[in-house]
């Protein structure tokens, strides 16, 4: 069965402390990963896609990258601004459906 | 410029109510998806369609019903309203194997 679980789910940091969130999937044939940020009361915003392993993408202080197994969203000396819910989804080789995992909460501390 | 448009923004519901969620996108895209959010949960698929006339059962399916008679829309109906359907719903779109665009969501609350 297709899953996707995201660790760690909370995540407090203080500002200008690097760190890493995790998602690990078990998909029967990925088509790609992608990363999003949700801030509350608004819905998903796109950051990132992956579509094979070893691919690396950078936004400003966010690195996505990609294994056979799992992603790693990694933030580099984080502002106050990043807080959010960051959430990875996978798109299976049935392309039709689009799975999430629970997203994992950052809050940066000043 | 819209993206994707999600009616109403807000609702509270009696138990056992009917309503109607509509999703408009003008984008053109082939696929739509309907997401229901709980705290702690994530976003876990109710139904998604495929194209114009097409529709298919996600992870959790069960009172809910949707439509799609035109491209450019998506609607998600509950028959008989019940507090387990208290949720924010997210509604997404997207082409080929590209992101999901999503629009802002609809919080509806049950009583």
């Known amino acids: 069965e297709d899953q996707v679980t995201q660790s760690p789910e909370a995540l407090r940091l203080q500002e200008g402390e690097s760190s890493s969130l995790n998602c690990s999937y078990t998909?029967?044939?990925?088509?790609?990963l992608f990363w999003y940020r949700q801030d509350p009361g608004k819905g998903p915003e796109f950051l990132f896609t992956?579509?094979?392993a070893g691919e690396e993408k950078e936004k400003e202080r966010l690195k996505a990258t990609l294994t056979k197994k799992e992603s790693f969203l990694h933030i580099t000396a984080p502002k106050p601004e990043d807080s959010a819910t960051y959430l990875c989804a996978v798109q299976a080789y049935n392309f039709n459906k689009f799975y999430f995992g629970s997203g994992t909460k950052l809050n940066v501390k000043p | 410029n819209a993206g994707v448009t999600q009616t109403p923004k807000f609702r509270v519901l009696k138990t056992g109510q009917s309503m109607t969620l509509l999703c408009a996108q003008d984008?053109?895209?082939?696929?739509m998806y309907w997401y229901r959010q709980d705290p702690g949960m994530g976003l876990r698929l109710i139904h998604y369609?495929?194209?114009?006339?097409?529709?298919a059962k996600g992870e959790v399916p069960d009172g809910y019903n949707v439509s799609r008679l035109k491209k450019q829309n998506f609607l998600l109906g509950l028959e008989s309203a019940a507090p387990s359907q208290t949720s924010v719903y997210f509604c997404?779109?997207?082409?080929?194997?590209?992101?999901?665009?999503f629009g802002q969501g609809t919080r509806l609350t049950v009583v």
């Open positions: 997404a779109s997207k082409t080929g194997s590209t992101e999901a665009f």
């Open positions: 992956l579509y094979s």
């Open positions: 369609s495929v194209g114009e006339g097409t529709t």
């Open positions: 984008m053109n895209h082939e696929y």
């Open positions: 998909v029967s044939g990925l088509r790609g």
